[in-house]
Every structure is written in C-alpha cells, then in structure tokens.
C-alpha cells in the first residue's frame, strides 16, 4: 500500500494566508527605509548620524519591548497581540510619512519598533498553530514569506522612494492596513491555550551561562549585520533605486543560507563549529568592504557575500538559543532578543559618526573587530555551551531561529 502523498504546504485556511501576508510586510519593513536614508539626510537636512538614528529608535524599542512581549500575549492571545502590533505599525509609519523633521520621524520610528515587536513574537505560533497538514508545512509557508519580504523590502523601498522619501512609509501603511483587515476578519479569536509568563523570566534567563555567552555574542555580531546594512547605502553613493537593487541581492542572499543553507550545515557539524567558521569571514568580507569601500562593484559584493554569511549566523545563532536552556522559546528568545538588538541600534550612529571622523573604510573595521569579539566570546564561552551541541532542534524550532535572526 503506497504511502499518502505529503500535505502541500499551499493549501491552507485563509486565516493562515492572512498571517503569512502579514509576515511578508513586517519583514519588508528590515530593509524597506534602507534605499531612502541619502534621500531623508538631503530633503530634511538631517546629518548622517542622525538619519542613522531611525534604525537606533526603531530597534533599541524593539529590543525593549521584546522583554515583555511572552508576558503580554501569554494574557491577551495571540490574536489580540498580533492586531495591536499591526495597528502600532500602521499609525506610526503614516506619522513618519508625514512628519517634516528627521528628529519627529526618529521618535516615531520607535513606536514603529513596539509593534514590531509585538507582531513577530507572536506570528509563527499562530501559523504553526493554524496551519493545515503539519507543522512541516507551516514552516515552509513561513519561510516562504520571510523569504519574500526581506528581499522585496529593499526593493520596494527603491522604487517608491524614486517618487518621494515619504513613498516607502506610506507603501508600509497601505499594506499593514490591509493585513490588519485580513486577520481581523479570517484568524480566529480566542481558543489557544494560555499560560501566563512572570514579567521577570526574560530577565532572570539572562543568568543562566549559555544564554549570556551567545547574548554578548550576539550583541557585536548584530554591530557587524547593521553597519552593513544601515551605513553602505551612503558610501555606495547610488540612487534609491540602485540602493534598493544593491539590498535586493543582499536579501535574496540572506533568505537562501538562512532557510536552506544553514539547516544543511546543521545536519553536518556543531552549532559552535558553525559560528566559529562563519564569524571569521563575516568579519573578512567587513574588512575587505572598509579597505575597498571607493569601489561600488567591489562594495556590492561584499554586501552580497555578506548577506550569505549573515543569513547562517542569524539561524544558527537563535536556534543555539533555543536550545541553550529549558525554558520556554518565548522567554529565551526575548531575554536573548533584547540584548542583541542593543548592538543594532548602537551600531548605524557609531558608523557614520566614525566616517564622518575617519573616513568610510574605518566603520567597516570597526564591524570587523565586533564581529571578531562575538568569535572570541564564542570560542572562550565554548564550555558553556555543551548544550548547545548537544541537543537537535525540531522543526519549530529550527523555524524560531530564522524567526528572530532574520527579523533582528
């Protein structure tokens, strides 16, 4: 008797479709402000530092706000958790869209980073949830349109931001509307289990030894991933369409080792073993990029070759978090979360403070050496992450990991 044919992963309840849709925007909202950011320094006579600055609001409150997201949709579910955040989106990127100062649009890039927050923290539990046929299928739908918005958010930037800086925030607007409309209306209220999570678990994770070492680690790894996508679009020197082209290519990259790549290496060697060889040349394509940064060819590879290196760590990185203690993903993925983004949103003003100083190439340096500090925290803190090594993730898990590595 021949074995059932798998479930396709295309054929799913609507209310799944409703949240994959949702996640392509969220995720096109890492790289669609990114093409605009010459743009806004000219038109609002904004300096580097500050322009840089809409990604240290956005992702400093994001980080924060990751500390208590397991708290608040362990109590309201996750349907609620996933409306506020949207709703949080949408009514700030229209105020961004029509704010007449780089300083209104820092503020309210941070209210932007709350319900991002929000809303990733919460997503994949519902497709997992929802999904038809497995949580095989639902992870491979997810990935799908993770895949999709981080390339295409780049891309989309470009294009509206030829019209107008303002284009990509109200493109952001039009889209989370309709995706508020989609899951309000097709996913299902209430009926999942809840288990109330104490305000303080995220930040008593934090003692435990594993979890700190790959926090720490972290936090100068996620300083190498920003410099190269917050910063390069002013050395580049392109339009907002060549900016958008240029991290097009870098998310497709990214989207391919970080669904396909990475679980493949997983397969085949440790998790430390894996950090331990990327990190290195993570921090070699940096340096290379600082040393030839008046290249725009040579430049545009190394943002490519990056993106491939990036799109590893971010899944290996979080799904060693998963397994590094026993207590809930939600929890370990917020305490962990909350601290790696404190590097990527130190790292955009620190790098155009340091061109504006010392040039383009020593920012690439300064990513390099950080990224080589996260190698040396691995490498010293190896002990402590026996765990880590020892323990196979299952697929949902495997998905968190490009849940929260890729949407950092």
């Known amino acids: ?31 669609l402000v990114d093409p605009i950011l010459p743009a806004i320094a000219e038109s609002l006579n904004a300096t580097p530092v500050q322009t840089e600055l809409l990604f240290t609001s956005y992702l400093a409150i994001t980080g924060l706000a990751m500390l208590v997201t397991s708290w608040i949709s362990s109590r309201i579910g996750a349907k609620a958790t996933l409306l506020v955040g949207l709703a949080l989106i949408v009514v700030f990127a229209l105020l961004c869209a029509l704010s007449g100062s780089v300083d209104a649009i820092i503020g309210f890039r941070a209210g932007w980073g709350l319900g991002n927050a929000l809303f990733i923290s919460t997503a994949l539990a519902t497709i997992v949830g929802a999904a038809s046929g497995g949580s095989g299928s639902a992870i491979v739908l997810y990935e799908a349109a993770l895949g999709l918005g981080i390339a295409i958010g780049p891309l989309l930037g470009g294009l509206l931001g030829e019209v107008s800086w303002r284009g990509p925030f109200f493109g952001v607007v039009v889209l989370m509307a309709i995706a508020f409309v989609a899951v309000a209306v097709l996913l299902r209220g209430p009926g999942e289990k809840r288990e109330p999570v104490p305000f303080s678990a995220p930040f008593k994770a934090l003692r435990i030894p594993a979890l700190a070492v790959l926090a720490i680690a972290a936090l100068f790894y996620n300083i190498g991933f920003f410099v190269l996508l917050a910063f390069s679009p002013f050395p580049l020197g392109f339009s907002a369409m060549g900016i958008g082209l240029t991290f097009f290519g870098w998310g497709v990259a990214l989207a391919i080792t970080s669904v396909w790549v990475a679980p493949w290496l997983l397969r085949h060697f440790r998790r430390t073993t894996v950090m331990l060889f990327v990190l290195p040349l993570l921090a070699i394509d940096l340096i ?27 899944t290996v990185l979080t799904e060693s978090v998963m397994e590094s203690t026993d207590l809930p993903r939600s929890v370990a993925s917020s305490s962990y979360s909350a601290v790696r983004f404190l590097g990527g949103a130190a790292a955009p003003p620190i790098a155009a403070a340091l061109w504006h100083a010392y040039g383009p190439t020593v920012p690439y340096l300064f990513a390099g050496a950080s990224v080589l500090i996260a190698t040396l925290t ?26 929260i590595g890729d949407a950092a």
Request: aromatic share 6%; hydrophobic share 60%; net charge negative.
């Open 1 to 31: 008797m021949n074995a059932p044919a798998p479930a396709s992963p295309w054929r799913q309840p609507a209310q799944v479709w409703a949240v994959a849709f949702a996640c392509v925007v969220a995720f096109m909202g890492i790289g």
């Open 378 to 403: 691995i490498a010293i803190g190896r002990r402590a992450l026996t765990r880590v090594d020892e323990h196979e993730a299952d697929i949902e898990e495997e998905a968190s990991a490009v849940l």
């Open 288 to 314: 290379v990029a600082g040393f030839l940064v008046a290249s725009q060819v040579a430049l545009v590879v190394c943002i490519i070759v990056g993106g491939l290196l990036l799109g590893v760590m971010n």
